[in-house]
């Protein structure tokens, strides 16, 4: 049984997923700081409020932090653009050029020299117009 967990462990492709995860979650870290740090702060010099994810409304009290939602929506935008340019199409141009076309079958017929009809490779003589080949 540890046997069959060490081999399924040892797999390619699940230790590829596990660095992808972790990648990907500090990936999406960085983004968040970045959207939080660097371009909230941008966006919000535009819109005039001092802090983009202080943007809020009140409703009988209640607070709708619409600034976060902006800010996870920024994040998402940014993450996702990021994983289709550097992951998605690099991936799709190397499996395009690793696609190999199969080579064509071997022929089992070939043409007759007299009447041009099909006839097969192993043929002596020609089934159409009886000449021999």
Known sequence: MAGGFKQFLLRGNVVDLAVGVVVGA?????????????????????????????????VNGSKFLVGSFFNAIISFLLISTAVYFF?????????????????????TTKKCPECL?????????????TSQI
């Open 26 to 58: 500090a990936f999406g870290a960085v983004v968040t700081e970045f959207t939080k740090d660097l371009l909230t702060p941008l966006i919000a010099a535009v819109v005039g409020k001092p802090d983009f994810s202080n943007i809020h409304f009140e």
């Open 87 to 107: 992951v998605v199409l690099p991936v799709n141009a190397l499996m395009t050029r690793a696609k190999n076309e199969p080579p064509p079958p071997d022929p």
């Open 117 to 129: 009809s099909e006839i097969p490779i192993a043929a002596k003589r020609c089934a159409f117009c």
